[in-house]
Nanobody
Framework: QVQLVESGGGLVQPGGSLRLSCAAS????????MDWYRQAPGKQRELVAH???????NFADSVKGRFAITRDNALNTVWLHMSSLKPEDTAVYYC??????????????WGQGTQVTVSS
């Protein structure tokens, strides 16, 4: 069974920084996309950052220049580096991964979510 476990959320002041991490564990042959989404109260879940196995990355316009995404394929881990945080970045952040497990096809997996609150 595959699991995504996130950590690193919390309360931060505007202008501050946080780093989120997401580690995949279980029966894994390969991981393709590893992404970060977020969902603010009353809003739809949105894609924040995407990274492919090869390392290419894309970001939502709202976070470009402020957020970075890195991954370590050997550790099956992805990080979201957030800086110059704004109150509007407040949301529950979710890790997503497309994973190939033995005996099955590529499947979508989600982490449990971690709260990020930006407030003074």
């Amino acid at each position: 069974q595959v699991q995504l476990v996130e950590s690193g959320g919390g309360l931060v002041q505007p202008g501050g920084s946080l780093r989120l991490s997401c580690a995949a564990s279980g029966s894994i042959v390969s991981i393709n996309a590893m992404d970060w989404y977020r969902q603010a109260p009353g809003k739809q879940r949105e894609l924040v950052a995407h990274t492919s196995r090869g390392g290419s990355a894309n970001f939502a316009d709202s976070v470009k220049g402020r957020f970075a995404i890195t991954r370590d394929n050997a550790l099956n881990t992805v990080w979201l580096h957030m800086s110059s945080l704004k109150p509007e970045d407040t949301a529950v952040y979710y890790c997503y991964a497309s994973i190939w497990s033995p005996g099955s096809d590529w499947s979508d997996y989600w982490g449990q979510g971690t709260q990020v609150t930006v407030s003074s």
